[in-house]
């Protein structure tokens, strides 16, 4: 076999495996634009070696074979795929081409629809009832959905009106809208499924389970745009106006279509729906455009797989293939550690991407991404590129793991994990560098030191000129390098300076509150003030002495020791306290036992009644400790509808599980 004949067969091999795992797994392994790269090649080496195409070949084909768990069904009209175009130029071509076979100068008029990113099906109706519905398969033979495809609101079983055809077989794309893809897979998630990558493997796996109860609970829907065999009856002469009378006999049809006279207007339409959209229900992925006169359509007529009057023009690519070189910890803003994917350089969403987002550990460990990896990246519209998935069948022998480090990267400080969290952050959240403009901001708040005049803009020019480093700076400002500040001048600079004088006489519990520890909110803050009377004490509570005070639980203690044992948050807080900041000791009041003290409760599930604030609220009232998290000393677990993770460990540790009937009876006993 010659060189040729082996790379030709080494394609097609190669494709047809990607053609199965697309159509029958709904599991592709590749994004939309390698399979694209791929199947050229193909065509060019055809192209250039005539006497090697096969019928056989992937380039003469239109899809996959169907899958076995369906019964067949036979199109009696094709069900062709498209050709696409990747630029202008080559819309261009084909409008000429379209011209050149017409033998006419005359502007060609096009109807223009997003292409959408679903599942091409086929529906057939008899005297206006719905019959049947099929995949498109191979082009030639699909999968019967009938009943799958009765569960989608949106497909009529019925026509409505008196003038279609008696016979009646409409083509379609069933897609599942941005939304209803994140709720799925957020469930997925909860209930600790696989995910689906994209809306369009979410779509195409949903229509074909052997479950149509499943397929029901799916948020599918359907847009038509095409009619295959048509008989007793007429239909109109264009395709614009064939989409028209699809909405009259209540066959859904996409709203962003338009007629476009021309190239150039075709042109404009494609960059005017690529600005729309990222602000669009629904994932497309380019512009379909087919000469509007079905006579010239006729004229024009098909090629093996597809025909003369219609090309797709697709979008960038928003995923595309990438090597992971590296993968480093970001610190944001609130402390938290980011992993990030350092990539070889490659070109996606209109950019070139060299760093893409892994999330958190939990992602990381979820999808398996490892140094070395190939990648597919994503990039949609100004959404941060993300790595989607590993290309397993291109991992390297030698790859390498990474661990969440222990210290900031960024000031050294410890990292914690709390428990039930999936976000890493650091401790030092007044030294940090990463973190200092929020960390300030909170610290002049109202609520918080109430440095009056100490606005976010003026805290980030300061902190831009190197001014500030933490908190602490604020007491060292002087008149000079206020008053030199964008929009400032003396006067301002003498009440500022005035504000942040008296700022240093305070309370107990504005000052822990304004330290920004994670999730001690002002309540919280004034609950440890009054438990523990000074901060010394506080500083040296551990995790079970700080559970002994209303509304502190696991995660908020284990924050609270974290903070304090930071040595570089001790130093800040000692400068504050050498700069003149002070607040008088609280004097700790007993308290008359209340009926539910001691006693531990953790809410899961959704509550009808009330929210879980408001019970967690009402709890607390009473006395009872509200955790985020079940272990041995928990009292009882309240379950609502779909209680999560929380239920099934209850059951483990015997922790006595409770509805919310249950928990209503207890609140007006008390």
């Known amino acids: 076999m010659t060189t040729i004949n082996k790379k030709i067969a080494a394609l097609r091999a190669e494709l047809e495996d990607h053609n199965y795992r697309y159509y029958v797994l709904d599991a592709p392994t590749i994004p939309d634009p390698e399979y694209d790269r791929l199947f050229r090649q193909l065509q060019e080496l055809e192209q250039q070696h005539p006497e090697l195409v096969t019928p056989a070949s992937p380039t003469q084909r239109i899809g996959a074979r169907p899958a076995t768990g369906f019964k067949q069904i036979r199109h009696e009209v094709p069900m062709l795929s498209l050709a696409n175009a990747f630029a202008d130029e080559e819309l261009i071509a084909f409008d000429k081409r379209v011209h050149d076979r017409l033998h006419s100068g005359a502007q060609v008029e096009y109807a223009c629809e997003p292409k959408l990113d679903g599942l091409a099906v086929t529906l057939l109706y008899e005297q206006g009832k719905f019959v049947r519905a099929a995949t498109r398969g191979d082009g030639t033979t699909g999968e019967d959905i009938s009943a799958n495809i009765r569960t989608i609101n949106s497909v009529p079983l019925q026509l409505r009106g008196k003038d279609f055809p008696a016979l009646l077989e409409v083509r379609g794309e069933v897609f599942m809208p941005k939304a209803g893809f994140a709720e799925l897979n957020a469930y997925a998630r909860k209930h600790q499924e696989k995910e689906f990558a994209n809306p369009r493997n979410a779509a195409a796996g949903s229509l074909r389970q052997l479950d149509p109860k499943i397929t029901a609970s799916r948020p599918l829907e359907i847009f038509f745009y095409a009619v295959g065999k048509v008989a007793d009856g007429d239909i109109p002469t264009t395709h614009y106006q064939l989409l028209q009378k699809f909405r009259q006999w209540g066959l859904r049809t996409c709203p962003h279509i338009q007629l476009a006279k021309g190239v150039d207007a075709c042109l404009q339409f494609y960059h005017h729906i690529a600005e729309q959209r990222a602000e669009l229900p629904y994932e497309i992925d380019g512009v379909v455009y087919k000469v509007n006169d079905f006579n010239l359509q006729h004229k024009l007529g098909f090629v093996s797989r597809a025909p003369r009057w219609a090309i797709a023009h697709k979008f960038p690519a928003q995923e595309e293939i990438s090597k992971v070189d590296a993968i480093e910890f970001q610190v944001g803003r609130t402390g938290a550690l980011t992993p990030v994917a350092r990539l070889e350089p490659v070109f996606v969403g209109g950019v070139t991407v060299s760093n893409a987002t892994l999330h958190n550990m939990d992602e990381i460990e979820r999808k398996d991404v490892r140094v070395g ?240 604030d408001q019970a967690k609220a009402q709890l607390q009232a009473l006395g009872a400790k509200v955790s985020s998290s079940v272990s041995a000393k928990t009292s009882y677990v309240i379950a609502g509808a779909d209680p999560g993770s929380k239920y099934q460990k209850a059951e483990k540790l015997n922790v006595p599980i409770k509805d919310e009937a249950w928990l209503l009876a207890l609140l007006k006993q008390h």
């Open 373 to 612: 990896d190939t990648v597919i990246v994503r990039r949609a519209g100004d959404v941060i590129p993300e790595v989607v998935s590993v290309v397993l069948a291109k991992r390297p022998k030698h790859t390498r793991k990474v661990k969440m480090p222990s210290k900031c990267p960024v000031c050294d400080s410890d990292v914690i994990k709390p428990e039930g969290e999936a976000v890493a952050r650091c401790s030092g959240g007044l030294y940090c560098m990463a973190q200092r403009k929020e960390s300030i901001k909170h610290f002049a708040a109202r609520k918080a030191m109430d440095v009056d005049g100490l606005g976010d803009k003026l805290v980030e020019q300061l902190v831009d000129l190197e001014l500030l480093h933490n908190v602490s700076d604020i007491y060292a400002l002087t008149h000079e390098q206020i008053a030199n500040l964008e929009r400032m001048g003396a006067k301002s600079a003498a009440n500022l300076l005035t504000a942040i004088d008296s700022s240093k006489s305070t309370s107990l519990a504005r000052f822990i509150f304004a330290l920004g520890i994670r999730e001690v909110g002002e309540a919280t803050a004034n609950n440890l003030a009054e438990h523990y009377g000074n901060l010394d004490k506080l500083m040296q509570a551990d995790e079970g002495s700080l559970q002994q005070v209303g509304d502190v639980g696991p995660v908020v203690a284990a924050n609270v020791v974290a903070f304090f044992q930071q040595a570089h948050n001790q130093e800040v807080m000692a400068a504050l306290i050498k700069h003149g900041v002070h607040w008088p000791d609280v004097t700790p009041q007993p308290k008359a036992a209340l009926p539910l003290q001691g006693q531990s409760f953790v809410l899961t599930g959704t509550l009808e009644t009330l929210t879980r």
